[in-house]
Nanobody, 123 residues
Framework: QVQLVESGGGLVQAGGSLRLSCAAS????????MGWFRQAPGKEREFVAA????????YYADSVKGRFTISRDNAKNTMYLLMNSLKPEDTAVYYC????????????????WGQGTQVTVSS
């Protein structure tokens, strides 16, 4: 079992930046491919980005490509999501999760989830 805790969310103006962190404990972090998802009120949980176990391969949703960067530091058991040029439509609760299938954009391919961190982008 692995435990995940997200942090770094907050309120930011459109065009601003935030960096989210996902701290892992329990099992060996480097054994897991990982992903970020988000869920806005009244909407389905949607894929944002994913990363391989080593961090050498990354995947992005079209809506965030070129603006968001996923990375990880296995020595610190932490994954990151750097979000630039934020838009109001990026407002959501952001979740990190461990992947059963690397690079998948489907939530059911992820098995351990954090509690989420709120990101609010004002216009």
């Amino acid at each position: 079992q692995v435990q995940l805790v997200e942090s770094g969310g907050g309120l930011v103006q459109a065009g601003g930046s935030l960096r989210l962190s996902c701290a892992a404990s329990g099992r060996t972090f480097s054994n897991y491919a990982m992903g970020w998802f988000r869920q806005a009120p009244g909407k389905e949980r949607e894929f944002v980005a994913a990363i391989s176990m080593s961090g050498s391969t990354t995947y992005y949703a079209d809506s965030v490509k070129g603006r968001f960067t996923i990375s990880r530091d296995n020595a610190k058991n932490t994954m990151y999501l750097l979000m630039n040029s934020l838009k109001p439509e990026d407002t959501a609760v952001y979740y990190c999760a461990t992947a059963l299938r690397q690079g998948s954009s489907w939530p059911h391919d992820y098995n351990h989830w954090g509690q989420g961190t709120q990101v609010t982008v004002s216009s």
